[in-house]
């Protein structure tokens, strides 16, 4: 996917034993797009989630990427690993330093891997955590290293599952921001919560998932984004 | 027949006057499970990885096959593959059998179970997330396999560790497979099983000597390894 094309699912299944979780599910995401994902625990956000990400096979569903079509999920898997970034609950940190996590995102040689761990390092204000190990970290930092990590892998769509589930106020302040900063660079974001009112100046746009079903919400907090291009969910056919 | 106290002392004059023969047959069993070691363990870290990372048919009855196969006691892989390896026997054209090669093969069949199911342990106790967090970080999946092998790294050691202090101290194949041919297939568990038979145990206690300072080297490792690491919440 080109920066600045769409990113589109249709027919989306997936069923686990006889619950149906997702049921027929559309949806569409337009750049510069920040949107959040709701519905009661269990209703199927993190599996939409890793669906997306290309981290779990659903039962079926089509996938377009910019201007590519892939029929099915097993064609678009490595595009959308590729593309598109999942962001577990709790972030799973490598057992190594905050710079040792930071690099894996930057893969093999890179010119100006330096560079971009010091900027990294900055945007989350953990400069001084550098050679920390990073499982000694308090849930907010490793909640913004995981951000800073997933921003050096520059993906186009960043998939976030319950960000600031399990964080004071303080850091959810800061999880907040550096949202709000990754939104304003471009990449397109969704952000699974069912405790929406905490992003509801971020995000544009709604859905809520309920009983395998998307539907699209008017956000509360409309007018307060700019560049809201979204165009809204459809349902399936009903 | 020497007394055991003239018998420790010879023993130790070998061992520190430098012995050739001694030294000889030390090297041959080092070489033979040092290769057993390296040929085994990239396949059984594939396999252990499978086991533990892939859902397909047939995984749980692989799993426990291997934990049999662990207990498959060493005459038994020697008498198998001897008959694999004898002139008549199916691979007899290959002409391994009192081979270092034919060692290295036996050791390589003791090995292997070990590592399966000690690394499919370790890499079991891997988080799931580390493998989805590599791919989703874009690494390929050569690059997600090594860093999942990474982070298992303290329990593959042992592993590692555990299937060396198997072999190495192994008797019954090397005998059968290697033929117990001087400064050839002569390692230390077969020369100690001669030398005692023909009552000179000085060299047997010697080569004992080795392979227990061996056996608390590899211990000690172990012990430091195991616990090490921070794990993940
Ligand atoms: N691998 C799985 N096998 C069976 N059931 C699963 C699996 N993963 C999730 N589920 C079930 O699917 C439902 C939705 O889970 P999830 O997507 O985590 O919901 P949410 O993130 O909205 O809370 C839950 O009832 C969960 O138990
Ligand atoms: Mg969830």
């Known amino acids: ?238 | 027949m020497t007394s055991l106290a003239e018998a420790t002392g010879h023993a130790l004059d070998l061992l520190l006057a430098g012995d050739a023969g001694l030294w000889q047959i030390i090297a041959i069993s080092f070489k033979v499970s040092g290769s057993a070691i390296l040929l085994a363990t990239p396949p059984a870290l594939l396999t252990a990885f499978v086991l533990a990372y892939l859902r397909f048919p047939g995984r749980r009855l692989l799993i426990s096959l291997f934990s049999t196969l662990l207990s498959v006691p060493a005459v038994v892989v020697g008498l198998t593959l001897y008959l694999l390896l004898s002139n008549q026997g199916p691979l007899g054209d290959w002409r391994l059998l009192f081979t270092q090669s034919a060692m290295v093969m036996g050791q390589v069949v003791l090995a292997f179970p070990i590592l399966v199911a000690m690394g499919h342990a370790a890499l079991q106790s891997v988080d799931k997330r580390a493998w989805e967090t590599a791919r989703t970080l874009g690494a390929s999946l050569l690059r997600a396999f090594f860093m999942v092998l990474r982070e298992a790294r303290f329990g593959l050691l042992a592993a590692l560790l555990a299937a060396y202090g198997r072999i190495i101290a192994e008797v019954g194949a090397s005998m059968m497979l290697g033929g117990n041919i001087l400064d050839y297939t002569r390692n230390i568990p077969t020369a100690i099983a001669l030398e005692t038979s023909k009552g000179e145990f000085a060299q047997g206690i010697a080569l004992g000597a080795i392979l227990l300072l061996l056996a608390f080297t590899l211990n000690g490792i172990l012990q430091h390894v195991q616990g090490k690491g921070v794990p993940s919440t």
């Open chain 1, 1 to 238: 996917m080109s920066r600045g094309g769409h990113f589109h699912v249709a027919g989306l299944r997936k069923r686990f034993g006889r619950r149906l979780l997702l049921d027929d599910v559309e949806l569409h995401l337009h750049e510069t797009s920040c949107t959040l994902l709701t519905g009661e625990n269990g209703a199927g956000k993190s599996t939409l989630l890793r669906i997306l990400a290309g981290l779990e096979k659903p039962d079926g569903g089509s996938f377009r990427l910019g201007r590519r079509l892939y029929p099915s999920w097993r064609k678009a898997r490595r595009s959308l690993q590729k593309a598109v970034m999942y962001l577990h609950q709790q972030p799973y940190l490598f057992d190594g330093s905050v710079e040792y996590n930071l690099r894996l995102a930057l893969g093999g040689q890179r010119e100006g891997q330096e560079a971009l761990i010091r900027t990294a390092l900055q945007w989350i204000d953990m400069e001084s955590f550098r050679e920390t190990p990073a499982r000694t970290l308090s849930g907010g930092e490793r909640q913004r290293l995981a951000l800073a990590r997933a921003w050096l892998a520059s993906p186009e769509i960043m998939l976030l599952d319950e960000p600031t589930a399990n964080l004071d106020t303080e850091s959810r302040g800061r999880t907040l921001e550096l949202l709000r900063g990754l939104r304003n660079q471009g990449i397109v974001l969704v952000i699974a919560s069912h405790d929406p009112h905490h992003f509801e100046e971020l995000a544009e746009c709604r859905i809520d998932l309920h009983n395998g079903r998307l539907t699209h919400l008017a956000p509360r907090g409309a007018g307060t984004v700019q560049s809201a291009k979204v165009i809204p969910i459809r349902q399936g056919y009903a």
